[in-house]
């Protein structure tokens, strides 16, 4: 029957909307998030989610086949765009957002059953999340800067309620920060892209033919400098502050700790990352426009400072989830100074960390939500000791996927960490390698303490005696993760090498 | 010496809705009633849509008139609207103890005018309409920064981040003749809409939980 349907529109489905690639990816998550307002039960929610990511994650891949083969693929009168960069953050966000639909199933279910939710709050959460990932992919792949500013807003907006969702006082204030800071870092951004508007139409007396960024990419030569300049500072405070560069990361650890754990990982996964992408874009038009030196040493200002203050406050935490937000501090201002470095080796590791790390966190903050729910808390002091005896699969996951976040081998970061460090050192910039290996080293060290805490030992006697019932639960999503992690650090497929670089050619285009 | 006042006209209106835009924003600043300062708002926005309607007559572009319209029902009608709507189901008039008193809260208003002066002067050749319309442009934007620092209830908080967008929005009117594409317009209308929508649920179940839209009382989550 379903496929009889189907036969009947293919036809009007051709006629009408010719080659699309990108309109589906936007379609499929928000028609997901809108079918779950309905009154459809919790099952058939999760379900569409999922369904609704791997659709897009198969138009992520044929995308990648696309811009490989034709450079650029663009849709709508080129109203949507998409370039290797975006095509290599479509893949991100669905990987990440098919994680966490799978996982959040079992994970609501058990909140559910605790009490420490409503019902009608779940569904809140199956109907913001795709919206959040429909908002991102419009970012990624919105041509119009000003358009990619309202989906950065979309995604802020979109994001704040999830944060919210178990409505506790901290919760709450958690929201609150992060509502007011990224509204106040995006009204910046907003007027960094005024700027970008009024410098590109400094010498026409007209509207402008286009604000289109690859049309502006064309004519940033011309630009206006010095509003160039200002629009690239505002831009970087206010695409930084959702990004959560240092020092104004304040909401980063609140929001990620305070969220339930699948929207942790959503915001420490991909939301940082296409926060990162925006600002990307506005660093190319600086560099086309100021030559590379203006926006490159900002960005490296502000990467160095977020891998150095992170370590210390990772050391500090005493709740597991405010220690995982730290280590995101730390690997984004490791990405955003592997592109400051701006040598093609940096760049490429840069854009390779992001992808590991896109793999690698959400696996972290999934074990912390079985951890969450298993001992009640998330602070060290109420766990104790022995999670390996009380969730063992849970915790030999966990150890898998922090072994990848402090960079050891086997798994990618290691190898994307090494490319940034050994990138920098042949392009004569010793001084920032060894910084950048001063700061890994203590965060590997801060991160190896505070799992030693609570990992090994002797569980206090009101968790020894668990029932295993949950113990497989969520391990589909961390498999999946790790799985694809461990795959594609030992082998990158030639395609998927090929983006990379031409990817990181965008960005580091004009020396 | 004498151009024709129509040519004159146009600028001449611009830079006085703006002066007065200041004014409002500085009035905003000072004085705690809620209700008064939603009324401000909406007069405020009222000058900015103006200073659109302005712009797209004497330029004779009639899209900004889209601009016009969407500024009027926006922000001079529906916002206000809805904040009144919720002031009055929550029941809370007065601001309480600013950070700074009324005088303290002058003054650092007129060194952050002075600020913004400074700031946008090297672009001063570069504006199309008026005089210091981009300076009172940034002074908006800094000011309000200040009123959400300065005031502790979550609503007045929102007001002071609208009045950050006002400016951004007189920034565009100031610095591009034609204010930004349509599309971008339609977009941060939008956006501006929801954002309050879900500052709103957010007031309220801060209100709900901690009987109190005192944001300082939000001070639980440290380091």
Redesign the interface.
């Known amino acids: 029957m379903p496929n009889g349907i189907l036969a009947l529109i293919a036809p009007f489905v051709i006629r009408y909307f010719p080659m699309t690639l990108l309109t589906p990816i936007l379609i499929a998550p928000v028609a997901a998030g809108l079918a779950n307002l309905l009154p459809v039960p919790r099952r058939v929610m999760r379900w569409l989610n999922v369904m609704a990511f791997v659709a897009t994650l198969g138009l992520g891949i044929m995308l990648l086949r696309e811009v490989l083969a034709r450079g650029v693929v663009a849709e709508w009168n080129e109203?949507l765009y998409a370039d290797a960069l975006s095509a290599w953050m479509v893949l991100l966000i669905s990987m990440v957002s098919l994680g966490t639909s799978l996982y959040a199933g079992r994970y609501f279910d058990r909140d559910l059953a605790n009490g420490a939710i409503t019902p009608a709050r779940v569904r809140e959460f199956f109907v913001l999340t795709p919206l959040f990932s429909a908002g991102m992919f419009l970012v990624v792949l919105a041509n119009?800067l000003?358009?990619m500013?309202?989906?950065v807003?979309?995604t802020a907006?979109s994001s704040?309620?999830l944060v919210?969702l178990y409505?506790?006082?901290?919760s709450?204030?958690?929201?609150?920060?992060y509502?007011?800071l990224g509204?106040?870092g995006l009204?910046?951004a907003?007027?960094g892209?005024?700027?970008v508007?009024?410098a590109a139409?400094?010498n026409n007396?007209?509207?402008?033919p286009s604000?289109n960024w690859s049309h502006l990419v064309t004519v940033a030569d011309q630009f206006?400098p010095?509003?160039m300049k200002i629009a690239f500072l505002l831009a970087l405070v206010g695409y930084g502050t959702k990004a959560g560069l240092a020092p104004m990361h304040t909401w980063l650890?609140?929001a990620h700790?305070?969220a339930p754990s699948p929207t942790s990982a959503m915001l420490s996964g991909v939301s940082l990352k296409v926060a990162i992408y925006a600002l990307l874009r506005f660093h190319i038009l600086a560099s086309a426009c100021l030559g590379s030196g203006f926006s490159r040493h900002l960005l490296l200002g502000f990467g160095l400072a977020s891998m150095f203050l992170a370590p210390p406050?990772i050391l500090?935490?005493r709740n597991l989830k405010?220690m995982l937000a730290y280590s995101s501090l730390e690997h984004v201002g490791l990405i955003c100074t592997g592109i400051a470095m701006n040598t093609p080796v940096t760049i490429f590791g840069a854009l390779l960390h992001m992808g590991y790390h896109s793999l690698t966190k959400p696996v972290l903050f999934f074990a912390a939500g079985n951890i969450g729910h298993a001992f009640h808390s998330l602070q060290y002091r109420v766990i104790g000791h022995g999670v390996v005896k009380v969730l063992p699969v849970t915790a030999l996951l966990m150890v898998l996927a922090a072994a990848s976040a402090i960079g050891l081998p086997p798994f990618g970061l290691f190898f994307s960490e090494l490319t940034v460090i050994s990138g920098g050192f042949a392009a004569g910039k010793a001084f920032v390698s060894i910084l950048i290996l001063v700061a890994l080293i203590a965060s590997f060290c801060g991160v190896l303490q505070q799992l030693s805490r609570i990992l090994p030992g002797v569980p206090k006697p009101e968790f020894a005696n668990k029932s295993s019932a949950a113990r497989f639960d969520g391990v589909p999503a961390m498999a999946l993760l790790l799985g694809t992690l461990l795959v594609f650090s030992v082998w990158l497929p030639a395609p998927l090498l090929q983006e990379i670089h031409q990817a990181a050619a965008i960005i580091g285009g004009k020396q | 010496m004498n151009p024709p006042p129509s040519a004159e006209l146009g600028p001449q209106l611009i830079t006085l809705m703006a002066a007065l835009m200041l004014v409002l924003q500085l009035l905003l600043a000072v004085q705690p009633m809620l209700f008064t300062s939603v009324r401000l708002f909406a007069i405020q926005s009222l000058f900015l849509a103006g200073i659109a309607g302005v712009v797209a007559f004497f330029d004779d572009a009639s899209e900004v008139y889209v601009v016009v319209v969407l500024t009027v029902i926006g922000k001079v009608i529906f916002l206000p609207w809805l904040l009144n709507r919720q002031l009055r189901r929550i029941k809370i008039a007065q601001e309480v103890e600013p950070l700074f008193n009324a005088p303290a809260t002058i003054m650092v208003c007129g060194g952050l005018t002075l600020l913004g002066y400074l700031v946008a002067r090297p672009f001063t050749s570069l504006e199309r309409l008026g005089n210091n319309t981009l300076a009172i442009a940034i002074t908006l934007v800094l000011t309000g920064f200040f009123m959400m620092i300065n005031r502790r209830k979550a609503i007045s908080q929102v007001i002071g981040l609208l009045t950050v967008e006002n400016g951004v929005m007189l920034a565009a009117i100031a610095l591009t003749t034609y204010g930004m594409p349509l599309v971008v317009e339609f977009g941060i209308f939008f956006d501006v809409l929801v954002a309050v929508m879900i500052l709103g649920i957010l007031i309220y179940r801060i209100r709900e939980t901690f009987a109190s839209m005192d944001t300082s009382k939000l001070n639980q989550l440290k380091g």
């Open positions: 109203f119009n000003g358009v500013w309202a989906a807003e979309a907006l704040v309620l919210a409505n506790r006082k901290t709450l204030e958690a929201a609150w920060k509502i007011m509204s106040l009204a910046l907003l007027l892209t005024v700027f508007y009024a139409c400094k007396s007209g509207p402008l604000f206006d010095r509003m650890p609140d700790s305070e406050f500090v935490q405010r």
